[in-house]
């Protein structure tokens, strides 16, 4: 330790920082752990949803009894309760918190935020049952009945404009990547979401419109919410561990500007051989393939970024799931723009190849981030640390092991079964028995998957509950030996 | 790890109040400090250059999008659905009207006014068309008419006329080669009139033959060097019309 060196967190400009930080993390800190305990509550619901549908797929007689356990009806579950209930709610708590951080403004009215998301969850909690009780409407991604949909708008209004105050108070000149892109999908989800109810639900326009707008909609629900949060999420996280800079700004404008205008674009792509008029189609087409840009530019940001530190990368909790994150989201978009072609999506449409790559997306690129993003957060906002190492090594190998199972299985049959669907000499009823073997393994994949989740929570609600008990203990958690750890500064 | 003896920060915490150093003392804060102390400095850009090989591999790709879009677009129209839809291949032909309407149209705008809409003439002046021979005879008489003008007197059906019929090939009012064959063939065939159609091909043989001549023609030389009747070059009307009493 240097001589010089000064807890009082008044005598340096570093310091001061650092107290604002301690003040800041304060502010958010209920509803941000709130947000986190709904979001695990939702994964563990939506992974129970998940392994049921799974398993339904392959063996359509398994727990049959129930109406509200048909497939149809926990297939949607499990969409919104992951779309809406984990994934919303985690981009609330980490998103917020880095926004409010970068910013250098605290929450001003934490009760506001809080009771919103208390709303929230009550309206997707309605809204999920709603499905269950065969309510649901027949808009994929926007299943939940009309009865629940208002409240979310509303709440989701009250919790997203303290991001947007935030910003307005923010503190010093520059603006950092994270806030381009937090702030930018701050205004791009209530524009979809309201944009889709009216357009589908509430007033619906004429005929094939309406298709284009739910593809519209569905798609950029990944595009321009999950994504702009989880690039954010790593664009903070992967220099803040590794204490260097990001590798270059310009990228990062060029990133960031190049997903604003082509992801909008890029939904169509679904509707390929649709009655849809065909420029339309064809300017999705294109777009999606100029998704490239973005995704190089970010990749090669995000990989100069820990070039070199790989070995404090493989240690950090944090950034082994960060980093497994950001490589899933070059593989898996590269994937995606060439699903977008004409002659691939003609094999590829209608089959479990896309359901694999919406999986790809949302889990192993979006959902392994955010967690990196959780076992950041909470022992800032708890002011312990993780009580278990261990927990989080299952938690890290069960997901990572459980998603590429399930993107190969789904990916590789899904790609056999629509050479076999373009096949007119083969019936239809042994390609549907041909995929079943697939569909066993992605029910594998799920029990990794659950195991990791489970992992996930009991580490989360050990800590959460003996927060006290695990105050003094001395340094983060890592994955090294007891001895090697104090050599580690991080 | 940090230090939790007082003389390090005696100095600094001078300048603090008593409350806030004996806070600042107080072992748990610095446990909980401890923490955010480790953490590293909050993230900033670095500002390397885009490499450029990037920019050249994103403008091609630009470039191959402007080009599937101009390929694939179906002309922007909202009926075509068909990546490979032509909008040129498939564009409506120009509806194509029949010569006689052709004529009747020329006739009403430059005719009517001294043959009269009823074909007759005006007595003395304007010679009448209806059961004219000079209409109804040999195409290549009309045709010079048409073509070059004509002065001077002439006799129609035994009455005299003198007037002066303007030139409405090239060298006068310049009526195009199809319009002239098409009021040929509206005057030849209206009012009971029952002669063959001027054709355009006929028409282009008698303006490739009359179109340097720059005087009009009197009655007298009308009749003179006639050549052969071209035999009437069947239509595609016609051919179906043979081809359908044929089936039948």
């Given amino acids: ?490 | 790890m940090i230090s939790k003896s007082d003389d390090t920060n005696n100095s600094s915490s001078e300048s603090l109040g008593s409350m806030e150093r004996a806070v600042m003392q107080d072992e748990q804060v610095q446990d909980v400090h401890a923490q955010l102390m480790r953490e590293k400095e909050e993230p900033v850009e670095g500002f390397s250059p885009v490499p450029i090989v990037l920019m050249f591999f994103f403008a091609a790709l630009c470039f191959w999008g402007g080009v599937y879009l101009v390929e694939h677009s179906g002309g922007y129209r909202w009926d075509a659905y068909s990546p490979d839809f032509d909008p040129t291949a498939d564009a409506p032909k120009p509806v194509e009207i029949s010569l006689f309407d052709r004529g009747a149209k020329i006739y009403r705008n430059q005719c009517a006014q001294c043959h009269q809409a009823s074909g007759n003439g005006v007595a003395g002046v304007y010679p009448p068309l209806v059961a004219s021979s000079w209409v109804t005879g040999h195409p290549e008489v009309v045709a010079r008419i048409l073509i070059n003008g004509l002065n001077g007197p002439m006799i129609v059906n035994g009455k005299s006329y003198n007037g002066n019929m303007p030139a409405f090939g090239p060298g006068g009012l310049g009526l195009k080669e199809k319009d002239i064959a098409g009021v040929i063939t509206y005057i030849r065939q209206e009012w009971g009139n029952a002669a063959p159609e001027m054709s355009e091909q006929m028409i282009a043989e008698y303006s490739s033959k009359y179109n340097s001549r720059s005087t009009p023609w009197s009655s007298n030389e009308l009749k003179q060097d006639l050549g052969p009747i071209p035999e009437a070059v069947p239509t595609d009307d016609n051919t179906l019309d043979a081809e359908e009493t044929a089936e039948l």
Wanted: with cysteine; proline share 4%; charged share 10%.
């Fill in chain 1, 1 to 490: 330790m240097p001589e010089s060196y000064n807890y009082n967190p008044y005598s340096s400009p570093s310091d001061a920082v650092k107290a604002e930080l301690s003040e800041i993390d304060a502010s958010i800190r209920a509803a941000a752990i709130f947000f986190v305990i709904s979001a695990i509550g939702w994964l563990m619901l939506g992974t129970v949803f998940a392994l049921l549908a799974a398993v339904k797929s392959h063996s359509p007689d398994f727990a049959d009894a129930y109406e509200f356990l048909t497939f149809g009806r926990v297939r949607s579950a499990h969409l919104n309760a992951m779309a809406l209930g984990w994934a919303s709610n985690i981009i609330f708590a980490v998103g917020l918190w880095i926004m409010a951080r970068l910013c250098r403004a605290p929450i001003q009215h934490k009760g506001i935020l809080l009771i919103a998301g208390i709303f929230w969850n009550i309206g997707l909690t309605v809204g999920v049952f709603g499905i269950l009780g065969g309510d649901m409407t027949s808009v994929e991604w926007l299943e939940i009945p009309r009865y629940a949909t208002p409240l979310l708008a509303f709440s989701y209004t009250l919790i997203g404009v303290w991001g947007v105050i935030a910003f307005r108070f923010r503190k010093g000149d520059h603006v950092y990547v994270s806030q381009w892109y937090i702030l930018a999908a701050l205004f791009w989800f209530p524009w979809l979401y309201i944009v889709a109810q009216v357009m589908i639900i509430w007033f619906p326009v004429r005929g094939v419109v309406q298709s284009v707008t739910n593809w519209w909609f569905a798609h950029n629900v990944l595009g321009l919410w999950f994504t702009p949060m989880a690039l954010a999420t790593a664009y903070y996280l992967i220099p803040k561990v590794l204490g260097r800079p990001i590798y270059s700004y310009y990228l990062s404008v060029l990133g960031f500007w190049s997903l604003a205008i082509f992801y909008n674009w890029a939904g169509i792509h679904h509707l390929i051989g649709g009655p849809i008029p065909v420029w339309l189609i064809s300017a999705g087409i294109v777009a999606s393939v100029m998704m490239v840009i973005p995704v190089i530019v970010v990749g090669i940001n995000h990989h100069m970024s820990i070039l070199g530190m790989h070995k404090q990368v493989w240690r950090s909790p944090t950034l082994r799931f960060v980093v497994f994150g950001a490589i899933s989201y070059t593989l898996v978009s590269l994937i995606g723009s060439s699903m977008a072609l004409r002659t691939v999506n003609e094999i590829t449409h209608f089959t479990h190849f896309t359901v694999g790559h919406a999986h790809h997306g949302v889990y192993a690129f979006f959902t392994m981030i955010m967690f990196g993003g959780v076992y950041y957060m909470m022992p800032r906002l708890l002011k312990c640390e993780w009580p278990s190492a261990g927990l989080i090594k299952l938690h890290f190998w069960g997901s990572a092991i459980g998603i590429t199972i399930m993107v190969v299985a789904l990916q590789v049959g899904g790609w056999i079964q629509g050479m076999e669907i373009k096949n007119a000499e083969i019936p239809f009823l042994e390609i549907v028995q041909n995929t079943i073997p697939w569909l066993k393994a992605r029910s594998v994949s799920g029990i990794f998957l659950t195991a990791g989740h489970c992992a996930f929570a009991l580490n989360f609600f050990w800590m959460l509950f003996a927060a006290g008990a695990l105050r003094a203990k001395e340094g983060p958690t890592l994955f090294v030996n007891k001895e090697k750890e104090n050599s580690l500064v991080l």
